[in-house]
């Protein structure tokens, strides 16, 4: 896999400057952002715990959850908790499966809003 997942395996590190999500989300003038796509190799979980949710206009995320775990403590539940926590609802991808990892490569989340404005549904 390539990315972080591979550096750490490596033994390579590199040096980076990074910034919260909610940093970057700020700067942009806090617009409501239609999709997000979260996938980062694992470390999916460390940037949503710093998420002020309440405070972003966030409507769907796609988010990279068969790493979770994998590089750092945390698990696929933990993601879905916080999403689910934060208001918003999973939804499978459809013929999403990776046969490396064995299971579903990412998960969908609606806000319940958006949810209930549109009638969303699993298919």
Wanted: glycine share 6%.
């Amino acid at each position: 896999m390539p990315g972080f997942a591979d550096n750490i395996k490596s033994g390579v590190t590199m040096k980076a400057q990074c910034f919260p999500l909610y940093t970057l989300i700020l700067s942009m003038g806090n617009p409501t952002v239609n999709l997000l796509v979260l996938d980062i190799e694992g470390f999916e979980l460390a940037v949503l715990r710093t998420v002020p949710w309440d405070k972003v206009d966030i409507e769907v995320l796609t988010i990279e959850t068969d790493l979770a775990g994998k590089f750092m403590k945390g698990s696929r539940q933990d993601i879905i908790d916080i999403m689910e926590n934060a208001g918003y609802t999973r939804f499978n991808h459809r013929e999403d499966y990776n046969e490396l990892t064995g299971t579903n490569q990412n998960d969908l989340f609606v806000r319940n809003d958006i949810v209930k404005k549109y009638n969303v549904v699993q298919l």
